[in-house]
């Protein structure tokens, strides 16, 4: 099942300059495991040696943020969008 | 009314009202909190004073010293009316595009503005400030994304004045900037009950990020991972400029005229409303309508404010 993944303009640069590309996974995890392995400088960037989302990646199934669901379990469906942010300062500061 | 010797005095109690009539589900209640109602005339003024004597008990800051914040305006303007009260001059690093009546109302109480690039939003803002910090060993550094006397003010104030006024809260929504109000507020209540949700709305990252060169340039306030912010939230969820102003504008029906970050917390509330069966969602509004007037949210064509809203930081 292909799903769109948005890549922030800090990670372009890893995965051939595109803002979007198409990875196939059932869940957050499958996704980016392989979007790592189409694009190779992708798989530093968004895990820790833990195997976890690195400190400053955010990523969303639709607008949800996947810390507070299951993680890299939470599930994806056909037509739903992941996007990969980094953590910055809020606004209303 | 009592009589009170002080606008310090006037931060803080302000009321909560009912604004269910614009809930999606029947079954549920949505409760507003009013922090518009501050005298500074935002929930930013529970921090100012808060931070600041939190400084004069350790001896950090003295009458005539200079303080140094970086704030996109809120907190900068709670802390220019405490600055103004009691004696200390206030320096603020701000994005340059902030509505204009945020840096009008910086003057108005005399603090210095010192423009952080509009492209690197409030990160900018927080790097230029930590770099002049360290640059002025003599200046206070306040700092409110790691002071603890931010999620302080919420854990004393805010969030016993709702568990005092509504004690049968299921869900508490607000934006997470600083995270004070989530972490602060979220935390004492779930000390008073352990099955209180609490949700986190962010505005859109947008064009704000694309001002970081790499990875490490991100930012997660120290106050979010001092209080463990990644078990105490239990949902984060985006709210996109469009659906704020929309339920801005729906909230005049019930005679609320409130900041678009009100609107962005309205929104999540009502997300929350139609995903949960019953319950009852406070959400803070953290402050009213005046500073936004020049951007047309209420009165100008929804498209092109929302066209905007994506350039200006009004959150």
């Not at chain 1, 607008?63 to 809020?90: C, F, H, N």
């Amino acid at each position: 099942m292909a799903i769109t993944v948005r890549i922030p303009t800090v990670l372009r640069a890893h995965a051939g300059g595109k803002s979007s590309v198409e990875a196939e996974g059932a869940t957050v995890g499958e996704v980016l495991k392989d979007l790592a392995s189409r694009y190779p400088g992708m798989s530093g960037q968004l895990l820790g040696e833990d195997g976890n989302l690195h400190r400053f990646v955010n990523v969303y199934v639709d607008d949800d943020d996947v810390r507070y669901l299951d993680k890299l379990y939470t599930t994806v469906r056909e037509g739903q969008v992941v996007s990969i942010l980094p953590a910055v300062a809020g606004g209303g500061a | 009314m009592a009589l009170y010797t002080s606008v310090l005095d006037l931060i803080g109690n302000t009321p909560m009202v009912e604004v269910s009539e614009l809930s999606p589900n029947p079954q549920v209640r949505i409760l507003m909190k009013l922090e518009g109602q501050n005298p500074g005339g935002s929930v930013k003024d529970r921090i100012a004073k808060s931070m600041i004597e939190e400084a004069e008990k350790d001896g950090s800051i003295r009458p005539g010293q200079v303080l140094l914040e970086p704030s996109s305006g809120n907190t900068g303007i709670g802390l220019a009316m405490v600055c103004r009260i009691k004696g200390y001059r206030l320096k603020v690093v701000m994005p340059a595009n902030v509505s204009v009546e945020r840096r009008q109302l910086l003057e108005l109480w005399g603090a210095e503005i010192i423009d952080s690039p509009a492209a690197e939003g409030s990160n900018g803002a927080v790097r230029r400030a930590r770099q002049m910090a360290e640059e002025n060993p003599d200046w206070a550094f306040l700092y409110q994304y790691a002071n603890p006397a931010n999620p302080k003010a919420h854990f004393e104030g805010t969030g016993p004045e709702i568990w005092q006024d509504c004690p049968e809260v299921t869900h508490f929504v607000a934006g997470l900037g600083t995270s004070g109000t989530l972490m602060g507020t979220g935390r004492y209540l779930k000390t008073r009950n352990p099955d209180i949700q609490v949700w986190a709305i962010e505005p859109p990252a947008g064009e704000l990020v694309d001002g970081l060169r790499n990875l490490d340039d991100g930012y997660v306030p120290p106050i979010f991972t001092d209080n463990d912010g990644y078990n105490l939230l239990d949902r984060k969820t985006v709210i996109g400029p469009r659906e704020s102003i929309e339920w801005l504008r729906r909230l005049a029906d019930v005679g609320i005229f409130a900041g678009i970050s009100t609107g962005s917390a309205m929104a999540g509330a009502v997300r929350c409303a139609s995903q949960i069966e019953s319950g009852t969602v406070v959400i803070v509004s953290p402050d009213g309508g005046w500073k936004y007037l020049s951007t047309g949210a209420w009165t100008e064509d929804l498209d092109a404010v929302v066209e905007r809203a994506r350039h200006t930081l009004y959150f």
